[in-house]
């Protein structure tokens, strides 16, 4: 049995110390707004906050996350959150969406490092989260706009 | 030589079996592929088949007010659910914020493609074109029933209802929304004949609307395909062969079977599927997996190759879809600057 303390909930899971972080929240937990893109740390479209660090769920082993706060994009919350969220909503960020909530995982922890942004370290903090749509500007404009918001 | 699909193992179906299999389990999403079918059924001089305009097949709207469309489209991110509720939402001249949307159950009879149907199947640029004159007449037909349910309710003639933004008035005193009625609105015959706005009166339709599928992309609830649970599921992650085309001739599953989670491991014609109780162990069980490929029939050509037809096939004359008047002529005559 494994302890994963998500969204402020502790949750036993009987799965192996080694599955991968990602198919625990999905398949055991049935959070299914973290994403599978890859599976090598390489797409970004499944960020999670591990004690509030931008962590890639494929790459991470149920034993490594235990005893971390573990926070996905369905237990978000705080004026950042709320910002970034507001932001994505209000321009329209989305296409698909498959990656965004990874993007919104990632400028979450960017803002939380970096109140005031600029262009380049935008597209610095979010050059690993990719998106197939290429709203990339409508991010960077959003990023903006919750900085703005919350300054 | 020119590219042909129908003698690849993948494409071994006809167009039309393709779409109503698809159909059978779920709607279909239809390849770029198949664009040349639509633009074929675009060019028939009677237009696309008329669909049903039953509001209650395509709207539901509830006591807290808000209007949901049922979308018999896929919404990609191409937003085609924000286009459909904007043609219903002029029509019914309801409120933007109130609008919202699901998707259409699986009912092709209903929920059929007006150009490529009867299947319920989203792609090749047809779904606002096919939809164009169906959502507005739900739109159009759900007010005319507001209009009737209020007229009938107050005791005035039809001409004095008024709806705005989804408020229904007869300019004295009475006054009701949309979920107040809707009731009482929905059991009104639906009318045989409904008139639409003339574009003069537009006010959502080629505007920008903010999208309907925003909130449920940014909160991690909207669902995609790979999200769907349902009790009991197994996950299949389908082991494929390098080179496409391939077929699986046999396979040694023992290694896969040994991993926990791996339930059962199935041949299908373009691969081998592991299937486990959940994803992680359908993958391991993938990886474990042997399987041994026949390669004949399979593509050989390389990159090059392939762009080399390409541009020789680009050469020649393609498809006509429409044909009406002299274009060449046209051309000819036409200021140019």
């Known amino acids: 049995m494994i302890t994963l303390n998500v969204n402020g909930e502790s949750h036993q899971l009987d799965v192996s110390p080694e599955m991968p972080l990602l198919w625990a929240i999905r398949d055991k937990l049935n959070l299914t707004g973290t994403k599978f893109g890859c599976g090598h740390a390489m797409c970004g479209a499944c960020v999670v906050h591990l004690d509030g660090e931008a962590a890639r769920s494929c790459s991470i082993m149920v034993g490594e996350a235990a005893g971390k706060k573990i926070t996905t994009i369905e237990g978000i919350s705080g004026p950042v959150a709320e910002a970034v969220t507001h932001a994505w909503q209000s321009l329209d960020v989305v296409q698909c969406g498959y990656c965004q909530s990874g993007q919104i995982m990632s400028a979450i922890v960017l803002l939380n490092e970096n109140k005031n942004p600029t262009d380049e370290d935008i597209n610095l903090g979010m050059e690993g989260n990719i998106c197939r749509c290429g709203t990339y500007l409508r991010i960077r404009r959003a990023i903006h706009q919750a900085a703005k918001a919350l300054a | ?337």
């Open chain 2, 1 to 337: 030589m020119r590219v042909n699909l129908a003698t690849l193992p993948f494409f071994d179906f006809s167009r039309r079996e393709f779409l109503k299999g698809a159909a059978a389990t779920a709607g279909a999403f239809v390849l770029g592929a198949y664009i040349p079918f639509s633009r074929e059924a675009f060019a028939q001089e009677q237009g696309p088949a008329k669909g049903p305009y039953d509001p209650n097949l395509f709207l539901k709207i509830e006591t807290d007010n808000s209007v949901t469309l049922i979308s018999k489209h896929f919404e990609m991110g191409q937003g085609v659910t924000t286009g459909l509720a904007t043609l219903v939402a002029e029509e019914l001249d309801a409120d933007w914020s109130a609008m919202r949307f699901a998707f259409a159950p699986n009912e092709p009879a209903v929920y059929n493609n007006l150009v490529f149907g009867p299947v319920m199947g989203t792609g090749g640029s047809t779904s606002m074109a096919e939809s164009w004159e169906q959502a507005r007449k739900v739109g159009a037909a759900a007010r005319m029933m507001f209009v009737a349910a209020a007229a009938a309710k107050w005791n005035v003639p039809a001409s004095a209802i008024k709806i705005e933004m989804g408020v229904i008035s007869n300019g004295s005193g009475h006054r009701a929304t949309f979920g107040e009625l809707a009731a009482d609105a929905m059991k009104t015959p639906v009318p045989t004949e409904v008139v639409l706005k003339p574009s003069q009166q537009w006010q959502l339709i080629g505007t920008r609307v903010p999208r309907l599928d925003s909130k449920g992309k940014t909160t991690g609830t909207a669902v995609f395909a790979g999200d769907i649970r349902r009790p009991g599921m197994l996950t299949a992650v389908v082991k494929r062969p390098e080179q496409f085309g391939a077929k699986p001739v046999s396979f040694d599953a023992s290694e896969a079977k040994k991993i926990a989670g791996v339930v059962d491991v199935v041949q299908i014609s373009r691969g081998v599927a592991v299937l486990g109780t959940d994803t992680w162990a359908a993958m391991r069980g993938c990886d474990a997996l042997k399987v041994t490929w026949d390669a004949s029939a399979a593509e050989k050509r390389s990159t090059s190759e392939i762009l080399a037809e390409y541009r020789q096939l680009a050469g020649q004359p393609g498809l006509v879809a429409p044909g009406r008047g002299d274009a060449a002529a046209g051309m000819a005559r036409a200021a140019k600057s």
